[in-house]
T-cell receptor, first 113, second 115 residues
Framework: GENVEQHPSTLSVQEGDSAVIKCTYSDSASNYFPWYKQELGKRPQLIID?????GEKKDQRIAVTLNKTAKHFSLHITETQPEDSAVYFCAAISRSSASKIIFGSGTRLSIRP | DGGITQSPKYLFRKEGQNVTLSCEQNLNHDAMYWYRQDPGQGLRLIYY???????QKGDIAEGYSVSREKKESFPLTVTSAQKNPTAFYLC??????????????FGDGTRLSIL
């Protein structure tokens, strides 16, 4: 069935450095890729998304890139800050899945002061 | 998101008891979802509904039941058949099919524990 793999499962970076989280998907019909941030005990919140007709999207310190040929997409956070510490989930939605979203397993990002 | 309300925030279940988790949305979304999240784990889909009076099993539907009698409401019942119900339950909604793929918006969650 459809699958989204996410790496790494944990990531620790020095404050001010960049963080990169990578995901691969299996369903070539996937055409929408949202990223969620979940702080401890709270709801996942959408932070950025990208559609398959775009290769890159940026919003301030956050950017997402998509390589449709390789079926992978990545989240890039620059100039990391303590409030970036959270669990990040990638996801993919396919035209053929009738609105069902497939989530990655999550990356726990820790920012070292 | 203020448009999705889950209640209660905390819930305790006794042995052999069914409990119902409420999820209401005022976003006029067609699609609604229930996820289970165990500590330090990802999101697992329990049930989803694309339209009123219709719902589909997700990956871990055993021991759970849902109904979708109204567009804005999608309650989840955790039955006594679910032997390990302790988890964080998240409800979500999205505009639905026919509108292009759109993100899901989540409620604040219900934390269920066994007494």
């Amino acid at each position: 069935g459809e699958n989204v793999e996410q790496h790494p499962s944990t990531l620790s970076v020095q404050e001010g450095d960049s963080a990169v989280i990578k995901c691969t998907y299996s369903d070539s019909a996937s055409n929408y890729f949202p990223w969620y941030k979940q702080e401890l005990g709270k709801r996942p919140q959408l932070i950025i998304d990208i559609r398959s007709n775009v290769g890159e999207k940026k919003d301030q310190r956050i950017a997402v890139t998509l390589n449709k040929t390789a079926k992978h997409f990545s989240l890039h956070i620059t100039e990391t800050q303590p409030e970036d510490s959270a669990v990040y989930f990638c996801a993919a939605i396919s035209r053929s899945s009738a609105s069902k979203i497939i989530f990655g397993s999550g990356t726990r990002l820790s920012i070292r002061p | 998101d203020g448009g999705i309300t889950q209640s209660p925030k905390y819930l305790f279940r006794k042995e052999g008891q069914n409990v119902t988790l409420s999820c209401e949305q005022n976003l006029n979304h067609d699609a609604m979802y229930w996820y289970r999240q165990d500590p330090g784990q990802g999101l697992r889909l329990i049930y989803y509904s694309q339209i009123v009076n219709d719902f589909q099993k997700g990956d871990i539907a055993e021991g759970y039941s849902v109904s979708r009698e109204k567009k804005e409401s999608f309650p989840l019942t955790v039955t006594s058949a679910q032997k390990n119900p302790t988890a964080f339950y998240l409800c979500a909604s999205s505009i639905g099919i026919g509108s292009g793929n759109q993100p899901q918006h989540f409620g604040d969650g219900t934390r269920l524990s066994i007494l």
